[in-house]
């Protein structure tokens, strides 16, 4: 039995005060939370409701960028105007994950924060899980490993402290860091603004923590820079189900064209490490390209260099070269309404 506090805040300083000390969480649209709340994975001591917090709006910023507050829902976020026509690749991402009724819980905050689907984490009957139990050792490496990382994994064997092949679960955050978001947060020490791709991070030798993000820091918004690639933008996620199913392998591809040929990309996977998989490399070679089944292959292997899998997910390697290739091929014909 999880026992609890609760309490409801209405200013951002009440939030604040409200984690300091103590085992606290943020509760948002809970529909992560509790669940690991009632598996035994999560104990907060306290949690703090912030869904009364002003931070659900939607706005452009002077630079030509938008600003999403914390609390925007996914339905809402995917479905605003200036969402769809100008960031479809956050729109398509967003709308291939859960499930409506889930998607009018999710928060942006809460989602950038989800944790990992990774069953030796989520089911407490397993006593190795360096991730839900520091030290404990890794039970999926040598466990069923079909949903896990092939890219910046610890591994250095089943009962070491750091082994960790767990991946970060988020559609929205793939498609977040193709987009170069900023994640704007503040705590005890005021407000400071993190780049998304410093927000997660790999498991390195402490598996147990997903983000930088630092004990008792609100998320406030993410904002997205001046749009680039609205015109030709494809999120391709490939699972088990057409719906209600965690990405295998997923990739966001943006196209900024000039013509017939690219001017920039941003590309990022999601599924098969324990942040969104970004290789800034593999997006410079495509400037000045054509959009060229060839030349995505050779992106495609850049991005997947140094990948590595295990008994159940060797398959992933292959499938993520194809889904990086067909995800750019109809990002370069036109951003789909379809998607
Ligand atoms: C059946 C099912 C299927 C799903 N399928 C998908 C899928 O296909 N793709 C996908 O991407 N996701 C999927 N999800 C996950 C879902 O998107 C997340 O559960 C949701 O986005 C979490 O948001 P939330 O607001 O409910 O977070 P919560 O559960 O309220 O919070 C999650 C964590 O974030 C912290 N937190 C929340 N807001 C803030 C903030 N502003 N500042 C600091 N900390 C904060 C909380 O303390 C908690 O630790 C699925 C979930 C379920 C249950």
Same mark, same amino acid.
């Not at 409701?49 to 995917?78: M, W, Y």
């Not at 520091?134 to 896990?148: D, V």
């Not at 991070?201 to 680039?228: F, H, M, S, W, Y």
């Given at each position: 039995?999880?026992?609890?506090?609760?309490?409801?805040?209405?200013?951002?300083?009440?939030?604040?005060?409200?984690?300091?000390?103590?085992?606290?969480?943020?509760?948002?649209? @809970?529909?992560?939370?509790?669940?690991?709340?009632?598996?035994?994975?999560?104990? $907060?001591?306290?949690?703090?409701?912030?869904?009364? +917090?002003?931070?659900?709006?939607?706005?452009?910023? $002077? &630079?030509? *960028?938008?600003?999403?507050? #914390?609390?925007?829902?996914?339905?809402?976020?995917?479905?605003?105007?200036?969402?769809?026509?100008?960031?479809? !690749? !956050?729109?398509?991402?967003?709308?291939? *994950?859960?499930?409506?009724?889930?998607?009018?819980?999710?928060?942006?905050?809460?989602?950038?924060?989800?944790?990992?689907?990774?069953?030796? /984490?989520?089911?407490? @009957? /397993?006593?190795?899980?360096?991730?839900?139990?520091? =030290?404990?050792?890794?039970?999926?490496?040598?466990?069923?490993?079909?949903?896990?990382?092939?890219?910046?994994?610890?591994?250095?064997?089943?009962?070491?402290?750091?082994?960790?092949?767990?991946?970060? $679960?988020?559609?929205?955050?793939?498609?977040?860091?193709?987009?170069?978001?900023?994640?704007?947060?503040? *705590?005890?020490?005021?407000?400071?603004?993190?780049?998304? #791709?410093?927000?997660?991070?790999?498991?390195?030798?402490?598996?147990?923590?997903?983000?930088?993000?630092?004990? =008792?820091?609100?998320?406030?918004?993410?904002?997205?820079?001046?749009?680039? /690639?609205?015109?030709?933008?494809?999120?391709?996620?490939?699972?088990?189900?057409?719906?209600?199913? /965690?990405?295998?392998?997923?990739?966001?591809? @943006? +196209?900024?064209? &000039?013509?017939?040929?690219?001017?920039?990309?941003?590309?990022?996977? *999601?599924?098969?490490?324990?942040?969104?998989?970004?290789?800034?490399?593999?997006?410079?070679?495509?400037? =000045?390209? $054509?959009?060229?089944?060839?030349?995505?292959?050779?992106?495609?292997?850049?991005? +997947?260099?140094?990948?590595?899998?295990?008994?159940?997910?060797?398959?992933?390697?292959?499938?993520?070269?194809?889904?990086?290739?067909?995800?750019?091929?109809?990002?370069?014909?036109?951003?789909?309404?379809?998607?």
């Amino acid at each position: 039995m999880n026992s609890f506090t609760y309490s409801r805040a209405t200013s951002n300083a009440q939030a604040l005060d409200g984690v300091k000390g103590g085992n606290a969480a943020f509760l948002a649209g @809970g529909t992560n939370l509790v669940d690991l709340m009632k598996y035994e994975v999560e104990h $907060p001591s306290a949690l703090v409701d912030i869904n009364h +917090l002003q931070l659900a709006e939607i706005k452009e910023t $002077p &630079d030509g *960028g938008v600003s999403i507050g #914390a609390l925007v829902r996914n339905s809402d976020l995917a479905n605003h105007p200036l969402i769809r026509s100008n960031y479809p !690749l !956050l729109s398509q991402a967003l709308l291939s *994950g859960a499930s409506p009724q889930l998607r009018n819980m999710a928060t942006t905050g809460g989602n950038l924060l989800q944790r990992t689907r990774c069953y030796y /984490f989520t089911d407490v @009957g /397993f006593q190795a899980c360096n991730k839900r139990k520091p =030290g404990s050792g890794c039970a999926a490496i040598e466990g069923y490993n079909r949903i896990h990382a092939i890219l910046g994994q610890t591994d250095k064997g089943p009962a070491s402290k750091e082994t960790c092949i767990a991946t970060n $679960p988020s559609d929205m955050s793939v498609a977040m860091a193709a987009l170069q978001a900023s994640v704007e947060v503040e *705590g005890a020490h005021g407000k400071r603004t993190i780049p998304i #791709a410093e927000f997660h991070r790999l498991p390195g030798n402490e598996p147990q923590r997903d983000t930088t993000l630092r004990a =008792g820091e609100l998320i406030t918004a993410v904002t997205l820079p001046k749009a680039k /690639f609205a015109n030709n933008a494809f999120y391709l996620k490939a699972r088990d189900r057409n719906s209600y199913a /965690f990405a295998l392998v997923s990739v966001a591809a @943006g +196209l900024e064209m &000039d013509g017939a040929n690219i001017r920039s990309a941003g590309i990022a996977m *999601g599924g098969v490490a324990h942040k969104p998989w970004r290789v800034p490399e593999a997006e410079a070679m495509l400037a =000045g390209k $054509p959009a060229d089944p060839e030349v995505f292959a050779k992106v495609a292997e850049t991005l +997947l260099r140094g990948a590595h899998g295990y008994q159940h997910n060797q398959f992933k390697i292959e499938l993520a070269k194809q889904t990086i290739v067909r995800a750019l091929v109809t990002a370069s014909k036109g951003t789909s309404e379809a998607a």
